[in-house]
């Protein structure tokens, strides 16, 4: 049956109304696709995600798309279901033949998705943190966020510089203490750092002093690092206060929010933490190479989200960004092409860090990406600003 | 003759294997069997969930927490113990149906909903264990699960494992269609309309529950191992509330106490998400308005209705 008139009128009607609303583009789009956990528990990483990337390839698309071409950015949200996740991916393999990827909140969901990505050959950037995504390297999987293993050796750099040979080491024993305290143990001996003492604490526990206590009279020890998430570690710092302890602590970039020093209140004095440059953003030094990134960034995301900048959105844009860069250099929309360039990213200039990859590192952040910040009258202070 | 036909008790299992073979042959990609492959998968889960829901009239409220022990069990097995991953399948629903044993024992001697408190509690412990027992578990990461292997052939490919996934289903239909029709059944049923009634007339009451208990957590665990060892992965949401919540919805909106309901409701549930997508951020509420819907105007559940409505036609 044909349609009738009428109903061809207005199907030309609408598609002459779609062509005026977009901008004319005489090329197929090339779409880039994302799973991020938008909604439930993991909304506040999906979130900031999802609005980061949409913001990002608007943007892009109205100063004339990619290669001539625009850019569709097809966005799931796999509610922080790590199956859901894998369903999407091979949706956007199988269905929506996208060149390349960029998402995965969660290191569960990441890993779920990443055998379709890499039978496929399509390029996948994640925003997760796991090391494991990218220790082995695997051929077609990239990541944005630093690792727990660059926070130790920020942290251990910091100690070295300072003299400090003894320390203390208190962690959570939920998944980001314990997977930061098997990294610390790893890379402590490349700083000639011994731990003298070694507790642990639930995520839970309401008090500390008892581990806190034995660490105090651990002789010898010159600095305690407390790797953990949560509220754990500002129970840890105000026990340390109240304890009298008077060696330096270190805290993880785990509290690197403003609700630690509210939660830990005056004991956070003095405390130091590795955190990305967008924590300090205003506080950059003008030499500093990432000031004007973070300061577009945060400038356009609060303007077009009224809501306060977040690390994870942070991730997301640098995950777009380096998979736009490598479409543009690469000058093809061809997966293996985009993997190719992916993998020669060099100097790239992020809101996460300053980002050089190889084929032995499908990450690219050195220890520069992390700035060391102490707490002072309730507010952030770089250590040593600019680079 | 069609009244006949749609009364028959094997039509259900007919129509499924028809359904299972044209699938693939209409699927314009791998995408689209591996959401049927899905719904095959939850379909048996909440297969197991119907015996007990419309059959004992019990509510599982931690349904899922078997599914996980199950995909664990799968997971843990080869890399802990190092078993065979289809020795650990059959192992952890073995597994799961003596806990679910033993967990019900005591409980289904009660009468009233006592089953789906201690359910929802059961469910959430296990969530709760699988979320930081790291060193076991992987923790909120999840951990890798290894290829299944059957006679040297290692299943791998959205096509093998639609093609597993649909054989798993009608198996355990065939059994529940069994089931259903045997002395066992009748007794089951009887409970659901009159526990009184049905003791009256020489059911041990809470026995049969207990059976039923048993026979959905084993489903439950079984539909558990396959979704793990189909993704390669598990995670701890596997396990959660929220997931129970789904299977619970799955029985309900297909209807209770039906086979071919079951299937139904997973597939509502398996691909309504992936329909919504172009609404996504107001996904979790047309999803919920859509169940009301259902609830509302028809109340017996799809098939069970659908069913009815045909009968009535035909006669």
């Not at chain 1, 997977?179 to 309401?206: F, H, N, P, W």
Request: charged share 15%.
């Amino acid at each position: 049956m044909r349609p009738s008139a009428a109903v061809r009128g207005t199907l030309r009607a609408l598609a002459l109304a779609a062509t005026l609303t977009s901008p004319a583009f005489a090329a197929d789009p090339i779409k880039i696709g994302s799973v991020v956990s938008a909604t439930g528990p993991a909304a506040f990483l999906g979130d900031p995600e999802a609005r980061t990337l949409k913001l990002y390839v608007d943007a892009l698309n109205k100063k004339g798309g990619l290669l001539g071409r625009p850019v569709e950015l097809v966005l799931y949200d796999d509610g922080g279901d790590a199956n859901k996740a894998r369903t999407f991916a091979t949706r956007l393999i199988e269905d929506d033949k996208v060149v390349a990827m960029a998402g995965g909140t969660s290191t569960g969901s990441t890993m779920a998705m990443i055998p379709v990505f890499e039978e496929a050959k399509v390029p996948f950037v994640s925003f997760a943190g796991g090391i494991e995504i990218v220790e082995p390297v695997r051929a077609f999987v990239f990541k944005t966020p630093h690792t727990d293993k660059t926070a130790c050796q920020k942290i251990f750099e910091d100690m070295k510089a300072r003299g400090f040979t003894k320390i203390g080491m208190i962690s959570g024993t939920d998944g980001f203490g314990k997977s930061m305290r098997g990294q610390c143990l790893k890379v402590v001996g490349d700083y000639g750092i011994t731990i003298l003492a070694d507790e642990s604490y639930g995520a839970a526990d309401s008090d500390t002093t008892p581990q806190l206590n034995k660490i105090k009279n651990t002789p010898g020890i010159q600095a305690v690092l407390n790797p953990g998430f949560g509220q754990g570690p500002a129970i840890v710092t105000r026990n340390y206060a109240q304890l009298g302890i008077t060696v330096p602590l270190y805290q993880s970039h785990g509290v690197a929010s403003k609700s630690f020093i509210t939660l830990a209140g005056p004991a956070a004095e003095g405390v130091r933490l590795p955190a990305p440059a967008l924590l300090v953003a205003d506080k950059l030094a003008a030499g500093d190479r990432q000031k004007p990134v973070v300061a577009a960034y945060k400038d356009s995301y609060e303007a077009a989200t009224a809501q306060p900048i977040s690390t994870f959105g942070g991730y997301a844009f640098d995950g777009i960004q380096l998979v736009v860069q490598a479409i543009e250099k690469a000058k093809s929309a061809d997966p293996q092409k985009i993997r190719d360039a992916l993998e020669a990213t060099k100097d790239y200039v992020g809101v996460t860090g300053i980002y050089t990859m190889s084929p032995t590192d499908h990450l690219g952040l050195g220890t520069e990406s992390f700035r060391m910040l102490q707490i002072k009258n309730g507010d952030w202070v770089l250590e040593t600003p600019g680079q | 003759m069609l009244a006949t036909i749609l009364r028959a008790r094997f039509t259900p299992l007919l129509a499924l294997a028809v359904l299972m073979a044209v699938i693939p042959l209409v699927a314009p990609s791998a995408f689209y069997l591996r959401v049927a492959a899905l719904v095959w998968i939850f379909a048996l889960a909440a297969l197991g969930l119907t015996i007990l829901m419309g059959y004992a009239g019990q509510v599982s409220l931690g349904h899922a927490g078997f599914l996980g022990l199950g995909a664990y069990g799968v997971a843990i097995g080869p890399a802990h113990l190092g078993l065979s991953p289809v020795l650990s399948l059959f192992l952890s629903a073995a597994a799961a149906g003596l806990i679910a044993y033993v967990v019900g024992r005591p409980i289904l001697r009660l009468r009233g909903y006592y089953l789906a408190i201690a359910t929802l509690g059961f469910g959430m412990i296990l969530a709760l264990v699988f979320n930081s027992e790291t060193a076991i578990t992987g923790g909120p990461d999840g951990m890798q699960v290894a290829r299944l292997t059957v006679f040297g052939w290692r299943i791998s490919g959205t096509q093998n494992w639609y093609w597993v996934a649909a054989g798993a289903l009608l198996i355990g239909a065939w059994i529940a269609l069994n089931l259903v029709a045997s002395p066992t059944g009748r007794a089951l049923r009887a409970l659901h309309d009159s526990e009184v009634a049905a003791s009256a007339v020489g059911v041990d009451v809470s026995r049969k529950k207990l059976a039923a208990f048993v026979i959905g957590a084993v489903y439950a665990a079984f539909a558990g191992g396959l979704l793990a060892a189909m993704n390669g992965l598990i995670t701890p949401e596997a396990a959660g509330f929220m997931h129970s919540i789904e299977l619970v919805a799955m029985v309900i909106i297909g209807g209770m106490g039906s086979v071919i309901g079951a299937v139904v409701g997973a597939a509502f549930l398996v691909v309504l998400p992936q329909a919504l997508t172009a609404f996504q951020d107001y996904e979790q509420a047309l999803l919920g308005l859509l169940i009301m819907v259902f609830m509302i105007l028809l109340p017996g559940g799809i098939v069970p209705t659908a069913r009815k409505w045909l009968l009535e036609r035909l006669s």
